[in-house]
């Protein structure tokens, strides 16, 4: 079935260095949608970035990911770590024909002064 | 922009008991609504997925008999944990989806943390 799998636990790098969070996912499906949500505490989960075409950088708030179907895979990086920066990051696969949005088990991105 | 306000933030219930929670859109329309838990050191996982004029689809493991989902219209849906255990303690989220504009993207609300005793 389909499925995302991303870097798991605790990240933990000090500021002012890149950030690289792996996610890959699993579909039989050829054009997903897959998606970049950050979480901090008792707050909503909100979108950070999207991507359905192949091999297109996209950018959001100093983070940016790019879609490869060849790998599958839809890795979130940032050449700088901020102090704000620290929260839980979720990579998420969607299908055009479907809503059903299915979520990474999330990596939590601590940044340390 | 797109809100998504989910009540009550926290609950506590006596296990076997019920407990009812709301999800309501605001500044846009809702035309499908996702129900989500993430129990402790888990994920987000889709309880059901309910879309205008469409019947609420469950997840595998996800039942209306255990989670009733009503969805009256384009801004409002609310979910009922019925005979609440310990295994369904966690956070409860609501994801909603527009209809144009922002095509598969869910926007979410805070939750519904739900404690069992």
């Known amino acids: 079935g389909d499925s995302v799998t991303q870097t798991e636990g605790l990240v933990t790098l000090t500021e002012g260095l890149p950030v690289m969070l792996n996610c890959t996912y699993q579909?039989?499906?050829?054009?997903?949608?897959l998606f970049w949500y950050v979480h901090y505490l008792n707050e909503s989960p909100r979108l950070l970035l999207k991507?359905?075409?192949?091999?297109k950088r996209t950018e959001h708030q100093g983070f940016h990911a790019t879609l490869h179907k060849s790998s599958s895979s839809f890795h979130l990086q940032k050449s700088s770590a901020q102090l704000s920066d620290s929260a839980l990051y979720y990579c998420?696969?969607?299908?055009?024909?479907?809503?059903?949005?299915?979520f990474g088990k999330g990596t939590h991105l601590h940044v340390l002064p | 922009g797109a809100l998504v306000y989910q009540y009550p933030r926290r609950t506590i219930c006596k296990s076997g008991t019920s407990m009812r929670m709301e999800c309501q859109a605001v500044?846009?329309?809702?035309?499908?609504v996702a129900w989500y838990r993430q129990s402790p050191q888990k994920t987000f996982e889709l309880i059901a997925l309910?879309?205008?004029?469409?019947?609420?689809?469950?997840e595998q493991n996800f039942t209306q008999e255990k989670f009733p989902i009503s969805h009256p219209n384009l801004s409002f849906s609310s979910m009922t944990v019925l005979n609440a255990y310990l295994e369904d303690r966690g956070l409860y989220l609501c994801?909603?989806?527009?209809?144009?504009?922002?095509?598969?993207?869910?926007?979410f609300g805070a939750g519904t943390r739900l404690s069992v005793l």
């Open positions: 998420a696969l969607s299908l055009t024909n479907a809503y059903k949005v299915i």
């Open positions: 579909t039989i499906y050829s054009n997903p949608f």
């Open positions: 991507s359905s075409t192949d091999n």
């Open positions: 500044g846009f329309q809702a035309t499908s």
């Open positions: 309910s879309t205008v004029n469409s019947a609420i689809k469950y």
């Open positions: 994801g909603a989806r527009r209809d144009r504009g922002k095509r598969n993207t869910l926007y």
